[in-house]
């Protein structure tokens, strides 16, 4: 079914279960232990050997030889697999050559070898008698001092934009701010680890699996592997969170798939949390430089933003000027993405990318300019508010109630008691001060598809590929198909996460959620024309409410239609050129209170609000949760999240949950979540956007801002710790 705009009215308007704060309905699943997550699926293969992983000890060099032979005479023992024995190894489309490595290591923590044994606990004694002896090659492991040597990313569609003339219209500014600002590298740092597990049937290969893109997955093992791409199925139901961390086949999966076929075994594989945040992609650091140009009345005239971040050779930058692209107005603008060759670990998609880091800079640089300017922060954004793309005015945004988001947050969080000169607020040994930062997200759709079944004893089961990592997909998907059929929720069973069933648009870039059901609303239409076929009337005319088909003057129920035989609708959502005539994002504004300790700098998040602009929402119940965990998630970036990186050897210090720090209960307040009421007619037919993003774009921000106003310390540098507060506090000296 191709989508078009705008969509019209349809069954899920009548919002009678679609739009309500529905309970997961995988929870009691979850609340019991009882999902079956990819390392746990004891009833598949009750006697799979273990695979324990051997990372590179070096960050760039060779493999000068590798001694296996005391591992392999280890108790338990079954195989020993490296680079030079796997066999002939193909590229996926996203970089899997990188996941075995051998001779030649690329970074840190490459996997090198795997050893598979009886039990965890041999595979893991084994992997320690593994020699492997390296030559070490200098590699570059500093951004700052790789900047210069920064070039154009060759794989970015869109590296530089330019409208008008940046250069003299920011020269003849009258309020003008130059500033760069840095965000550290980060991990995804989910709870599950990366885990799967391999089992092969003669050249059939089926993996269980923890990924968040069934079909990407599938198609780069079988490349990889070599096999054709029918004889590998991918097995992915449930995910203990990815945060962009399983969009891609990683070293756990191949090594498992190698390991099951060295040992003539199903082998699973976990990867170790020590060595996760060197193995797998990270969000990469950047240095980030932004000039605006304003009059006196704060109207933007010229605004700039250059991004520089590294990546192994060949490999991508973080888009971190996406949304200074379209988030403000303004004649004459620029912004530039620049690339510096690192031989750090792959850099990659993390929660957001782009906008994420992108707005911790951006949304810092329009506080520091509302004050130059002596403005509201508020006021000073909505001045410069825009309803069409800045670059290309003749493109609209299809809905974009920005001014809305900061209005309501400013009345709700109670913006008016705020003190504008910074420093001035305590509250016994604390400072404390209130921030402001916008939300921003693109909100991207996707072809999906999906098959809905009516059994015979009139129940509905969904199959699509489409995955849930923790973000609800199970629930929203039940909620549309119940809503299209007109049965309760009860009758209806998701099956999510398969590679047998059809193509989905997966869990990436928060369109999950919106693009998903649109795929089980395109299939539920095809099943609801074969049940007004079956009854001889138009789709169009028939009712479906309460479990019953209403068409012609008669009621069916619909058990009573599919008691003869199951029928099926089976389709695919597409959009077609729908992004090159609207402009889709998400919008909102975060708002936050914080205590700064004026004697150790210590901050703590005492409130927070955010308000979002995105489209109608499935599961307000769900949606609020994706997020809560967001800003959670942006309180770690702002005070807390940082991959410190050993210049010296090349590497991730901090690999693990000890040392990497992430926010947890007792650093995180009560925290409010407001949706505007929306349906977004250019969307999709659900008329939804995605939140699962944006919840994350701009909190990081909205903190810095509210240390500045608590303090009267500007740190452009994050994460904001202690240390770069306390020198500078007022009390100090
Ligand atoms: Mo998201 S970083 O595309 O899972």
Same mark, same amino acid.
């Given at each position: 079914m191709k989508f078009t705009t705008?969509? &019209?009215?349809?069954?899920?308007?009548?919002l009678k279960i679609v739009g309500r704060p529905t309970d997961r309905i995988d929870g009691p699943l979850k609340c019991t232990g009882t999902a079956p997550y990819a390392y746990e699926r004891h009833d598949i293969a009750p006697n799979a050997a273990h695979g324990y992983i051997v990372g590179a000890a070096? #960050? !760039?060099?060779?493999?000068v030889s590798v001694d296996t032979a005391a591992a392999k005479r #280890? @108790?338990?023992?079954l195989a020993v697999v490296t680079a030079a024995n796997a066999g002939k190894l193909g590229k996926g489309k996203?970089? &899997?050559?990188?996941?075995l490595g051998g @001779?030649?290591? =690329?970074?840190?923590?490459?996997?090198?070898a795997v050893v598979v044994a009886e039990t965890f606990e041999q595979a893991r004694a084994a992997a320690g008698l593994v020699r492997v002896r390296y030559e070490k090659k200098p590699g570059r492991y500093d951004l700052a001092a790789a900047k210069p040597t920064a070039?154009?990313?060759? !794989?970015?569609?869109?590296p530089d934009t330019s409208v008008g003339d940046f250069a003299r219209a920011f020269e003849e500014a009258p309020v003008r701010l130059d500033a760069t600002y840095t965000t550290p590298d980060q991990s995804?740092?989910?709870?599950?680890?990366h885990a799967t597990l391999a089992l092969w049937e003669g050249g059939k290969l089926t993996v269980y699996t923890s990924n968040q893109m069934v079909d990407w997955g599938r198609k780069d093992l079988a490349r990889t592997l070599g096999l054709?791409?029918?004889?590998v199925r991918l097995v992915s139901?449930?995910?203990?969170?990815?945060?962009?961390?399983?969009?891609f086949l990683r070293a756990e999966a191949l090594c498992a798939a190698l390991g099951a076929r060295a040992a003539r075994r199903p082998v699973k594989v976990a990867l170790q949390r020590a060595i996760m945040m060197n193995n797998t992609t990270h969000r990469p650091a950047t240095i980030q430089r932004i000039r605006i140009g304003a009059a006196r009345d704060g109207k933007i005239s010229a605004i700039a933003h250059e991004s520089w971040s590294g990546d192994l050779p060949d490999g991508q930058p973080e888009t971190a000027v996406q949304q200074t692209r379209l988030l403000y107005a303004g004649a004459h603008r620029m912004t530039a993405l620049r690339l510096a060759t690192l031989d750090l670990p792959e850099a990659n998609a993390m929660r #957001?990318?782009?906008?994420a880091p992108g707005m911790m800079a951006l949304e810092i640089a329009m506080d520091e300019m509302a004050e130059k300017l002596g403005m509201d922060p508020i006021a000073f954004r909505i001045l410069n508010d &825009?309803?069409?793309? @800045? =670059? !290309?005015?003749?493109r609209p945004f299809s809905e974009r109630r920005f001014a809305e988001c900061l209005r309501l947050g400013a009345d709700t969080f109670g913006w !008016?008691?705020?003190?504008?000169?910074?420093?001035?607020?305590?509250?016994g040994r604390w400072l404390v001060g209130l921030g402001v930062a916008a939300a921003f997200r693109n909100n991207l759709v996707m072809k999906s598809a999906a098959r809905v079944r009516l059994d015979r004893a009139g129940k509905v089961t969904v199959e699509t590929d489409m995955t849930d990592i923790g973000t609800g997909s199970y629930t929203i998907i039940a909620q549309t198909a119940a809503e299209m059929l007109g049965v309760?929720?009860?009758?209806v069973e998701v099956r999510l996460g398969?590679?047998?069933?059809p193509i989905s648009a997966g869990?990436?870039?928060?369109?999950g959620g919106n693009s998903s059901t649109a795929g089980v609303y395109a299939a539920c239409v095809k099943l609801r024309e074969a049940v007004a076929q079956r009854l001889g009337v138009a789709e169009s005319e028939a009712v479906f409410a309460d479990g019953a088909v209403r068409a012609g003057g008669r009621t069916v129920p619909l058990v009573q239609v599919a008691a003869g035989a199951e029928l099926v609708g089976e389709d695919i959502m597409e959009y077609g050129d729908l992004d090159k005539k609207f402009q889709q994002s998400t919008f909102g504004g975060h708002f936050v209170e914080v205590a700064v300790d #004026?004697? &150790?700098?210590e901050t703590r998040v005492r409130r927070m609000l955010a308000v979002c602009s995105a489209g109608?929402?499935?599961n307000p119940k769900s949606a609020r949760s994706q997020v809560i965990g967001a800003m959670t998630m942006g309180v770690g970036a702002a005070l807390m999240e940082e991959l410190v990186v050993?210049?010296?050897?090349?590497?991730?210090?901090?690999?693990?949950l000890a040392s990497y720090e992430v926010p947890v209960h007792a650093d995180i307040p009560h925290q409010d979540v407001i949706f505007l009421e929306e349906a977004d007619p250019v969307s999709s037919p659900m008329k939804a956007k995605g939140v699962g993003e944006l919840g994350i774009c701009g909190v990081a921000a909205a903190v810095a801002n509210a240390i500045y106003n608590a303090t009267g310390v500007r740190v452009?540098?994050? @994460?904001?710790?202690?240390d770069k507060l306390i020198a500078k506090m007022p009390l100090s000296s």
């Open positions: 705008p969509a &019209t009215r349809n069954p899920i308007d009548q070096v #960050a !760039k060099g060779r493999i #280890a @108790p338990g023992v996203f970089n &899997t050559a990188h996941l @001779p030649n290591i =690329e970074h840190y923590h490459q996997a090198v070039g154009v990313p060759k !794989k970015e569609e869109k995804h740092a989910m709870m599950e680890p054709p791409p029918a004889n139901p449930f995910i203990g969170g990815g945060f962009g961390g399983k969009l #957001a990318p782009g906008e &825009t309803k069409v793309d @800045p =670059e !290309k005015p003749v !008016k008691k705020r003190n504008p000169r910074p420093g001035q607020v305590r509250d309760p929720l009860e009758r398969d590679s047998d069933f869990s990436g870039g928060q369109w #004026a004697y &150790t700098g109608r929402i499935l050993d210049q010296r050897h090349g590497f991730f210090v901090n690999h693990d452009r540098d994050y @994460p904001i710790t202690l």
